[in-house]
């Protein structure tokens, strides 16, 4: 059965609060519905994170704020998160994930499980919280494709705590995915170190871990004791930067190397990928694509893609190029993974990839 929380801790940021979602589904349907799953089938990986929903518009421009209006392209209702999204384009790769999130037990809430039943995903491990608002998130998408995010410091993306996730640790999947450190302040460093190293102790069990910006000033440093659990992590270029006050990928990468990682793998954006071991290290270009839409979720594309290539038992320099690929999928279209329907077009360009020039030389 879905486990429910009954704690509602005092907002730890001061940022835009976003109302909540209107509309009138069967709630008490759509709940009971989501919640009878698939979660006695074996997992292939576990994700651990955020699930909420996404109001996109776009493009956006500056007027808009000066105007009081703006006639936009396109305006979507939509399904994000970092583990959501990671979870979702995995199940269309065709793997089993295990999703360990939360939402409140609101409308919001009963739509975001209503997506993860229609996307094949259980969600026996959803926690619902009856005093906690599902994260509704506003996006805003200028012509670039770049995306300003508006969220509510007291949404459910935040409240995710260390007592909620521990109880389904001991039968996690071979491979864990904790998709973003630094998302919910309530899983603190300590915390996380506490679940990291209970992860780790299953023999084999390999963790990947993302990043999101440090919201206190937080440095490498302070990660010390959290790092060594990781097998691999997946910065961008500017999360990084904020934890070493460096600017060199290549420079980052080796720090995180330093400080524990066994690998490092850092997205460059339109620049493609950095992937740096103790023993040899690739940069890979990015897929071109024509237009880019929308980056919400690119990061997410780039860590699916690259687990999904791991569970297939991939070359770590292969594993970059899925990654980059997937990720340039995700791009195409407004959502964040509403570019990534198959296996199909992934695996198209990661063969082209594959078959054009080699990687760019490292610094």
């Known amino acids: 059965m879905r486990k429910e929380s009954s704690g509602n801790a005092d907002c730890a940021e001061d940022e835009a609060a976003v109302p909540g979602f209107c509309g009138r589904p069967d709630m008490g349907e759509l709940l009971c519905a989501a919640e009878r799953g698939t979660g006695c089938m074996k997992k292939d990986i576990t994700i651990i994170g955020n699930a909420v929903v996404d109001v996109l518009a776009g493009p956006v421009t500056p007027e808009a704020f000066e105007s009081g209006s703006q006639a936009v392209k396109e305006t979507k209702l939509s399904f994000g998160g970092d583990a959501l999204n990671e979870a979702v384009i995995l199940s269309r790769f065709g793997k089993r994930p295990d999703l360990i999130a939360k939402v409140g037990r609101d409308e919001a809430g009963a739509?975001?499980?209503s997506f993860l039943r229609d996307s094949q995903i259980p969600a026996d491990r959803v926690i619902v919280d009856p005093q906690t608002a599902t994260s509704v998130n506003i996006v805003l998408v200028d012509?670039?494709?770049?995306?300003y995010f508006l969220t509510n410091p007291c949404g459910s993306q935040r409240r995710l705590t260390e007592p909620e996730v521990r109880p389904y640790l001991a039968d996690a999947a071979e491979i864990v995915s904790f998709a973003s450190i630094f998302v919910s302040p309530l899983l603190d460093v300590p915390a996380m170190t506490r679940l990291f190293k209970r992860i780790k102790e299953t023999p084999g069990r390999?963790?990947?871990?993302?990043?999101?910006k440090a919201k206190r000033g937080e440095r490498l440093a302070d990660l010390?004791?959290?790092?060594?659990?990781?097998?691999?992590?997946?910065?961008n270029e500017e999360e990084i930067?904020?934890?070493?006050?460096?600017?060199?990928p290549f420079v980052n990468?080796?720090?995180?190397?330093?400080?524990g990682v066994s690998c490092a793998a850092v997205?460059?954006?339109?620049q493609g990928c950095l992937i740096r071991t103790r023993d040899a290290w690739y940069r890979i270009p990015a897929y071109p694509v024509e237009r880019c839409v929308d980056t919400t979720g690119a990061g997410d594309s780039f860590a699916a893609g690259f687990l999904w290539a791991l569970s297939e038992g991939m070359p770590l320099r292969e594993r970059g190029y899925f990654a980059c690929a997937a990720a340039s999928c995700a791009v195409e279209q407004l959502g964040a993974t509403d570019g990534i329907r198959s296996l199909e077009e992934p695996m198209r360009r990661f063969r082209e990839m594959l078959a054009g020039p080699t990687?760019?030389?490292?610094?």
Do not use: N
């Open 206 to 212: 390999i963790l990947a871990a993302d990043l999101t």
């Open 224 to 235: 010390r004791e959290l790092l060594p659990y990781v097998d691999y992590m997946f910065p």
């Open 359 to 363: 990687e760019e030389p490292a610094p």
């Open 253 to 259: 990468a080796g720090l995180l190397l330093d400080a």
């Open 241 to 248: 930067a904020l934890l070493t006050g460096e600017s060199d």
């Open 111 to 113: 739509r975001v499980l």
């Open 267 to 270: 997205k460059l954006g339109r």
């Open 143 to 147: 012509g670039r494709g770049e995306r």
